[in-house]
């Protein structure tokens, strides 16, 4: 599709960025989310440093990120066990 020009926000700064037509609205809802959770560690800590809570949004998102990931690899492994079965009864059962 092409290119954009944007401006996010995220927490009180202006980042023009560049992305792809089909991205923006997730580009758009990830800062909003960002900004979210930045508004409840504001709302539930007594951290008031922009960078902190920053900081502390970020290892919430990169956490369920690799959460998620370790969960697929899990998943992808239980797949590939299953295949493996299957093939070994299948080529037992065409074998007789």
Do not use: C, W
């Not at 909003?32 to 930045?38: D, G, H, V």
């Amino acid at each position: 599709m092409g290119e954009i020009s944007i401006k996010i926000t995220i927490s009180d700064r202006i980042y023009p960025l560049k992305v792809n037509m089909e991205e923006e609205e997730i580009v758009r809802r990830a800062a909003k989310m960002i900004n979210e959770r930045i508004k409840e560690y504001q709302e539930n800590y007594a951290v008031r440093d922009k960078q902190d809570l920053l900081s502390m949004a970020v290892l919430h998102y990169a956490t369920g990120v690799l959460k998620a990931e370790n969960k697929v690899q899990v998943q992808d492994t239980a797949v590939a066990d299953k295949v493996v079965e299957l093939d070994s009864l299948l080529t037992d059962f065409f074998s007789r």
